[in-house]
């Protein structure tokens, strides 16, 4: 199946000169989703053998829990500040318009854990960046990372490198 062709593009979303790819043609489509989420299998599969799955907020939720359940792992969310229950470790990153904070509660990683980390998209890197210092502050190692869609003009890998990077439809 070819995954791209099932994405929305939007073009000035969600300010003018930015061409949003929606991902929610995807989720609508019970065989598209099922592809997608088989695809991201085998690369997280193809990174050999680990503990758990870390997914950020919000849209790493949809892809990063059920690939921990098809894969018998637990999830780990990153979330926004404020917004974890128990007490957290943060980091704060670097938007376009500014900065904000993410959050993992401590215990989320034991030392030395093997994590994958989850995400819909791969643009610039600074979200993923902020994903893996969170993980590697509580002793975890990154084993690989995927991404559903990577925009390759936006040379985020580039911010990536060392780490195992995996996406299953590139612009």
Do not use: W
């Not at 997914?55 to 829990?65: L, N, V």
């Not at 994903?131 to 040379?155: D, H, P, S, W």
């Amino acid at each position: 199946m070819d995954l791209k062709a099932k994405l929305r593009e939007v073009p000035d979303f969600p300010k003018e000169g930015i061409n949003f790819i929606d991902i929610t043609t995807v989720l609508q489509d019970p065989e598209a989703l099922k592809e997608c989420i088989d695809s991201m299998k085998k690369k997280v599969e193809s990174f050999g053998e680990f503990d758990i799955i870390v997914g950020a907020e919000s849209r790493g939720f949809i892809f990063g829990a059920p690939l921990a359940y098809a894969l018998g792992k637990g999830f780990v969310p990153i979330r926004k500040k404020g917004k974890l229950p128990y007490k957290t470790i943060s980091v704060e990153y670097e938007l376009e318009y500014g900065t904000d904070i993410l959050e993992m509660h401590i215990d989320a990683i034991k030392k030395g854990q093997r994590v994958v980390i989850v995400d819909d998209l791969l643009a610039t890197g600074g979200t993923t960046k902020s994903n893996i210092k969170l993980v590697e502050q509580l002793g975890g190692e990154i084993l690989g990372i995927v991404y559903f869609v990577e925009l390759t003009f936006l040379n985020g890998r580039e911010k990536l490198k060392g780490y195992n990077v995996e996406s299953i439809v590139q612009y």
